[in-house]
T-cell receptor, first 114, second 119 residues
Framework: AQSVTQLDSHVSVSEGTPVLLRCNYSSSYSPSLFWYVQHPNKGLQLLLKYTSAATLVKGINGFEAEFKKSETSFHLTKPSAHMSDAAEYFCVVGIKAAGNKLTFGGGTRVLVKP | GAVVSQHPSWVICKSGTSVKIECRSLDFQATTMFWYRQFPKQSLMLMATSNEGSKATYEQGVEKDKFLINHASLTLSTLTVTSAHPEDSSFYIC???????????????FGPGTRLTVL
């Protein structure tokens, strides 16, 4: 079985400052890891994914994440937050052996202050 | 590319009626579709997995007779909430996965969601 823990339910940052969203996972198999963003009353948009290639993954809108197997972490970062980054972010693990079913973290709500 | 649509985007119905939600992959063939529900300010919970042409696989605790899933073609899956009650009110989101290489075989693409309110 796999699980995902997002360590912060809420993160508040000032516009122009770095953003760090923390995610730890557990999995019996080699996982695929994803970060999705959800704006209010909208579906999910894929930010980036890790699938056993480069451990530093660059995504859309300036986001990137680093897969650290030894720490079972997949933290999401962005060097400079924009107001449009205010949203809910989900760290997600998928296991091919489990039919690619996704397990979602609890989500982190990001607030960006002007 | 990899666009998934849902219809309707929102629906209000009376208790005891049935509601059908459609999920379509617009520019790729979806060999597998997934249905999730999301309660306010909570994460997504997988309800069921459907493969084209076969019966859906439901997660533990999800009533298959209440949430009927049909995946009749490679671009369409439907979720029917039968005899809906107020506790079924939720945000229902579908996703689709393809076996083709163009969009990544392990990536799910999500629809915009359907908000169901049962009065």
């Amino acid at each position: 079985a796999q699980s995902v823990t997002q360590l912060d339910s809420h993160v508040s940052v000032s516009e122009g400052t770095p953003v760090l969203l923390r995610c730890n996972y557990s999995s019996s198999y080699s996982p695929s890891l994803f970060w999705y963003v959800q704006h209010p009353n909208k579906g999910l948009q894929l930010l980036l994914k890790y699938t056993s290639a480069a451990t530093l993954v660059k995504g859309i809108n300036g986001f990137e994440a680093e897969f650290k197997k030894s720490e079972t972490s997949f933290h999401l970062t962005k060097p400079s937050a924009h107001m449009s980054d205010a949203a809910e972010y989900f760290c997600v693990v998928g296991i091919k052996a489990a039919g690619n079913k996704l397990t979602f973290g609890g989500g982190t709500r990001v607030l960006v202050k002007p | 590319g990899a666009v998934v649509s849902q219809h309707p985007s929102w629906v209000i119905c009376k208790s005891g009626t049935s509601v059908k939600i459609e999920c379509r992959s617009l520019d790729f063939q979806a060999t597998t579709m997934f249905w999730y529900r999301q309660f306010p300010k909570q994460s997504l919970m997988l309800m069921a997995t459907s493969n084209e042409g076969s019966k859906a696989t439901y997660e533990q605790g999800v009533e298959k007779d209440k949430f009927l899933i049909n995946h009749a073609s490679l671009t369409l899956s439907t979720l029917t909430v039968t005899s809906a009650h107020p506790e079924d009110s939720s945000f229902y989101i579908c996703s689709a996965k393809t076996s083709g290489r163009a969009f990544g075989t392990d990536t799910q693409y999500f629809g915009p969601g359907t908000r169901l309110t049962v009065l």
